[in-house]
């Protein structure tokens, strides 16, 4: 039964060291990995590939229902290799530019309804982790273990900045900075699964943590609501 699937869901806005997070519990548990934010920005590629404009809803959910994506494990992108129709578009959705045509493609609730099989399929044993905005509130609204992150928008700018510059784009951080407080509005003020946490949801505010200390926070949580899994594994030992 999928329902005794255990689920770990990590929420928050970009730049709050989510995506770090549940790859390092997704390898500590070896459970799967649910990024969906990487679907939503397959999903904006692939509209501009098939001239899929906003105003076609039914044609953007149609897409997001029949969509060829794969995730693939690999060496390189945080471990992830992600093939959209038999290409590998792993570094080309990470651009702030694809991160905003998937915000607004996010806001659609007829893609949300389309994508939402697609993720519960990523339950399977021996566990999940998923990332996202709205994986604790909608997508796995009884997962046992919900950490919202949080941190602010100058820090969030600036690890974005770092993550992007690293990645070798030409970024500007000032510009990074609003592009990033208007995201976050249109995911935070969107009428379906808009970005906030789970009223049962840890939350963790980031801003004066590394990711080492994040980790550890968490590790404590895991460990408290999944002591038969961790017992013998993990952080610390
Ligand atoms: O996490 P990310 O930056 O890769 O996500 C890109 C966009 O996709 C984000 O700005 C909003 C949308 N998104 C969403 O609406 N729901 C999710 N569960 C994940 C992402």
């Given amino acids: 039964m999928p329902a005794d699937i255990p689920v770990i869901t990590v929420d928050g806005p970009s730049g709050t060291g989510k995506g ?18 990487a679907l939503y920005r397959v999903l904006a590629l692939a509209a501009e590939r098939h001239s899929i404009n906003y105003e076609d809803v039914s044609g953007l959910a149609e897409l997001a229902r029949d969509l060829d994506v794969v995730f693939k494990h690999s060496a390189s992108e945080e471990g992830k290799a992600v093939i959209l129709e038999g290409t590998e578009v792993s570094v080309l959705i990470r651009t702030e530019s694809c991160g905003t045509a998937a915000s607004r493609i996010a806001s659609l609730p007829e893609v ?3 994508l939402l099989d697609r993720q519960h399929s990523f339950r399977k044993p021996p566990g999940l982790v998923a990332d996202g905005r709205d994986m604790g509130t909608v997508v796995f609204p009884a997962a046992r273990l919900k950490i919202f992150l949080t941190a602010s928008v100058e820090e969030r ?6 993550q992007l510059k690293e990645k070798g784009f030409d970024v500007n951080l000032p510009q990074l ?11 935070s003020q969107r009428t379906v699964s808009p970005l906030r946490p789970a009223v049962d949801a840890a ?3 980031t801003t004066h943590l590394n990711i080492e200390d994040v980790i550890d ?11 038969d899994i961790t017992g013998k594994t993990g952080r610390n030992n």
């Fill in 112 to 114: 949300r309804q389309a």
């Fill in 217 to 227: 926070r968490v590790a404590v949580l895991v460990r408290d609501r999944f002591p």
């Fill in 203 to 205: 939350v963790i505010d």
């Fill in 157 to 162: 700018a600036r690890r974005r900045y770092k």
């Fill in 177 to 187: 900075s609003v592009e990033i407080t208007e995201r976050d509005v249109r995911d």
């Fill in 20 to 37: 770090t997070l549940s790859s390092y519990l997704a390898n500590w548990l070896q459970w799967h990995f649910l990024d969906s934010g």
